[in-house]
């Protein structure tokens, strides 16, 4: 069964720097997401993505953040200054449809130092 | 917005008891409530989900129950395994919305063997 692929899985990275977070989407799918979960809390969406823009954000989503599908298989979430509450795990989600379940790629722990 | 409630954060039974896990939601307008396991480090995983349109969905130990009048859902887990234990989260999202999920803040279930 084809998956949503993340990588990498984790990322060390210091206050203040950029950092990349890239996904592999299910090939056929043409819905993306992104939503966060700080360890040992919820998971809280942050932004969706359809037909190359932003469909929705959340409040979590502030100019910091930007997505961007490059090409024609990666969809990725830019951190422009990563700030130490920015530390989480990162999940990558698509769809085919707007009428399918929700799966995760395993995630990207983020660590800002 | 919605705002999914989740009680109780966790719950411990002996193998072999039911578990319940309940969830209430605050925007009428939701139509799709998922549930998730999530086990330790791992990405969360879709066990069942149930839209707006039916009462109640069984899948063999697993079945979800939705009162939209009081606006709550349940999860039921029946004849509890030990590797049922996880966190299980609820969510809630109205179709339309681009697959805004907004997550319950967890329950840790426990099954004792």
């Known amino acids: 069964e084809p998956e949503v692929t993340q990588t990498p899985s984790h990322q060390v990275t210091q206050m203040g720097q950029e950092v990349i977070l890239r996904c592999v989407p299910i090939?056929?799918?043409?819905?993306f997401y992104w939503y966060r979960q700080i360890l040992g809390q919820k998971v809280e969406f942050l932004v969706s993505?359809?037909?190359?823009?932003?469909?929705?954000k959340s409040e979590i989503f502030d100019d910091q953040f930007s997505v961007e599908r490059p090409d024609g298989s990666n969809f990725t979430l830019k951190i422009r200054s990563t700030k130490l509450e920015d530390s989480a795990m990162y999940f990558c989600?698509?769809?085919?449809?707007?009428?399918?379940?929700?799966?995760f790629g395993n995630g990207t722990r983020l660590t800002v130092t | 917005g919605e705002n999914v409630e989740q009680h109780p954060s966790t719950l411990s039974v002996q193998e072999g008891d039911s578990a319940v896990i309940k969830c209430t939601y605050s925007?009428?307008?939701?139509?799709?409530f998922p549930w998730y396991k999530q086990e330790l480090g791992k990405r969360p995983q879709l066990i069942i989900d149930?839209?707006?349109?039916?009462g109640e969905k069984k899948d063999q130990r697993i079945a979800v129950t939705l009162n939209k009048t009081a606006k709550h859902f349940s999860l039921h887990i029946t004849e509890t395994q030990p590797e049922d234990s996880a966190v299980y989260f609820c969510?809630?999202?109205?179709?339309?919305?681009?697959?805004?999920?907004?997550f319950g803040s967890g329950t840790r279930l426990l099954v004792r063997p």
């Open positions: 989600a698509s769809t085919p449809e707007d009428n399918s379940p929700l799966h």
């Open positions: 090939s056929n799918h043409l819905y």
């Open positions: 993505f359809y037909n190359n823009e932003i469909s929705e």
């Open positions: 925007d009428s307008a939701s139509n799709y």
């Open positions: 149930i839209r707006s349109n039916v």
């Open positions: 969510a809630a999202s109205q179709r339309d919305s681009s697959y805004k999920l907004i």
